[in-house]
């Protein structure tokens, strides 16, 4: 018996444990990884998904009939079959708005210790080498033009920080976008040769797969910086790993890889590279605000009928 109170959702994979509490208090939960009996997929009208649980797509909602709503742990959303869920008329939403200063601040944190070597400097100082002489001194931010790939709401908020930076901004989006002062490319090429770091953080799928490939990775040339905080997909990971080893660019900064979690074998043995495991919005506070605003989607659509955040295929 479903209960009117409590409506039934099923979560695709864990998510954090505080976001299971939100999510247990409000709702009926089942949790696909535990096995659901096709008698309480029955009831199923919301679902929960994430990023860290893989595709969700027509495979699984032809298993839920009664499916209205997914709701995704995150702002980007191509771990989600969109043409499956439109075709389904599902509402999807994202957690829009709620990380973008998280993602920013790791950006400019991730783009400083890339070009200024910090964690080389800082395993040297561990590694006791210090005593022996200073640590090799480092390329540098001052004089450079940075250009962000994706101007959306991560990206204006990179480049507010950037601006604080003394360096000259660029972009390249889609979209004229009329109220923006920073000068715009009109490919991402274009950009590449226009500047000497490239900050990509623009949504994955297959629209944006390989956008960073080898021809634009030699238009930002041996001075050049690659930042990805966006997903592995966009950049052309042989590719990089093929510039980074030939320094045909200097550095690259990532926070996200084509097969997470493995980094290829090659990509970490180079030294002018720094990796991170995904961490961009993995604060404490922005994940409890992520959840809480992918519970509220899913409450809000219970009791009013329209999401907070529908991503913009899905608002009807
Ligand atoms: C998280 C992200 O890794 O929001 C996104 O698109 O990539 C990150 O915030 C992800 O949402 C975890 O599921």
Partial sequence: MSDPARPD???AAPLPAFTMDVLEARFTVHKLWQGVAPADLARVRGMAASTLAGPVGEALFAQIPGLE??????????????????????????????????????????????????????????????????????PSLRGRRVGIVGLGGIGKAV????????????????????DVAWPR??????????????IVIVPGGAATRHLIDARVLAALGPDGVLINVARGSVVDEAALIEALQARTILAAGLDVFEHEPHVPQALLACDNAVVLPHIGSASLVTRQAMGRMMADNLTAWFTTGRALTPVPETRY
Avoid: K
């Fill in 9 to 11: 959702i099923l979560v």
């Fill in 69 to 138: 709503i997914v709701a995704n742990f995150g702002v980007g959303y191509d771990n989600i079959d969109m043409a499956a869920a439109v075709a389904r008329h599902l509402v999807v939403t994202n957690t829009a708005g709620v990380l973008d200063e998280e993602v920013a601040d790791l950006t400019v944190g991730l783009l400083l210790a890339t070009v200024r070597r910090i964690p080389a400097a800082e395993r040297y100082v561990r590694d006791g080498l210090w005593p022996g002489g200073g640590f090799a001194l480092s």
């Fill in 159 to 178: 480049a507010r920080r950037l601006a604080g930076f003394a360096v000259d901004i660029a972009w390249y989006g889609r979209s004229e976008q009329p």
């Fill in 185 to 198: 490319y009109p490919s991402v090429e274009a950009l590449a040769a226009a500047c000497d770091v490239l």
